[in-house]
């Protein structure tokens, strides 16, 4: 299996909600995913990618401001799942969403440069319509 793969996507209208999943594969021996940091970052066509949500290890949450009030990150480490919980979502929301992981770190996950997240889902398409 792959080690990331997202779930959930799909169209809905503004002022809807979506819930992603990112169940992760590999990484069992020690719980790495889980001990680290993990993150859901988005991409639309002709934009740049940005980050959407981090969650550290401690359970510290951080988002962009686009999305904070509405998007919320949580674990459960009993299943070894990330999710992201989206609501009143709008036009702008539209894009690829990915799971990510950087195995390198474990607090202040937010910050630093995208690439530092070195392990990646196959992405999960979210479409709003006006």
């Known amino acids: 299996q792959v080690p990331l793969v997202e779930s959930g996507g799909g169209s809905v209208q503004a002022g809807g909600s979506l819930r992603l999943s990112c169940p992760t594969s590999?990484?069992?021996?020690?719980?790495?995913?889980?001990?680290?940091?993990m993150g859901w970052f988005r991409q639309a066509p002709g934009k740049e990618r940005e980050g959407v949500a981090y969650?550290?290890?401690?359970?510290?949450?951080t988002y962009a401001d686009s999305v904070k009030g509405r998007f919320a990150i949580s674990k459960d480490n009993a299943k070894h799942i990330v999710n992201l919980q989206m609501n009143n979502l709008r036009p702008e929301d539209t894009a690829m969403y990915y799971c990510?992981?950087?195995?390198?770190?474990?607090?202040?996950?937010?910050?630093?440069?995208?690439?530092?997240?070195?392990?990646w889902g196959q992405g999960t398409q979210v479409t709003v319509s006006s």
């Open positions: 990510a992981a950087d195995p390198g770190r474990t607090a202040n996950c937010y910050s630093g440069s995208p690439g530092l997240y070195q392990y």
């Open positions: 590999g990484w069992t021996s020690g719980n790495r995913y889980f001990t680290h940091c």
């Open positions: 969650i550290d290890l401690d359970g510290t949450t």
